[in-house]
């Protein structure tokens, strides 16, 4: 039987603990099974290509294992998995800034990084209020979002489609991702309101 060496914390101390290899990896998989859905919408979020965010929960889950034995038990493994995933999708946009189509949006980036922090019941709010808000959008603004965020179409795909250049769907997009924001911000502040009362 290997062993692997563990961080467990206790209140004040850091302690390495021996534990067997098979049931450490037993422990990453069952927790990479049920957060990874999440992992690669968050990845999503930063790069907005379906098959790139694939490719990065790969290499990400790579990493993960690596650094497992590092992990803090007592955090949550989503915002430790969502600080890797940042950091290799950070790199990606790097590598692909020469790109000049590369679409580089600070919102994305804000919300991804809000995701990071979020427990998984503010997620499910926080998913309510989009699905609500992006209900509330007009057919038009709702088909772009389909197209790109479900489908994967690529922008100058879409771009095409609907007849404008690749500049002014980039200027739609943005636009619409600030209302999706200020809505989703709205009716989250809304419902903590209505708590309060």
């Avoid at 959008?137 to 479900?150: A, K, N």
Wanted: aromatic residues 10%.
């Amino acid at each position: 039987m290997t062993l692997q060496m563990v961080n467990t914390t206790n209140r004040s101390n850091t302690i390495s603990v021996a534990v067997p290899e098979d049931s450490l990896q037993q422990k990453f998989d069952e927790l990479l099974a049920r957060y990874r859905s999440r992992i690669v919408l968050y990845l999503f979020s930063l790069v907005q290509q379906t098959a790139d965010a694939e490719d990065l929960c790969q290499r990400c889950s790579l990493i993960m294992w690596r650094k497992f034995p590092e992990f803090d038990q007592q955090r949550s493994f989503l915002a430790w998995a969502c600080g890797i995933a940042r950091k290799e999708a950070m790199n990606y946009r790097r590598a692909r800034s020469t790109d000049r189509l590369q679409f580089q949006s600070d919102i994305a980036e804000l919300l991804a990084v809000s995701l990071e922090s979020l427990e998984e019941e503010q997620e499910k709010h926080r998913l309510d209020a989009l699905k609500q808000c992006i209900q509330s959008l007009p057919e038009t603004d709702q088909g772009f979002l389909q197209r790109i965020y479900w489908e994967g179409a690529a922008f100058e795909a879409v771009a095409d489609e609907w007849g404008c250049s690749l500049k002014t769907f980039y200027n739609r997009m943005s636009l619409l991702r600030r209302r999706l924001l200020r809505c989703v911000s709205r009716r989250l502040n809304l419902e903590i309101l209505d708590q309060q009362r």
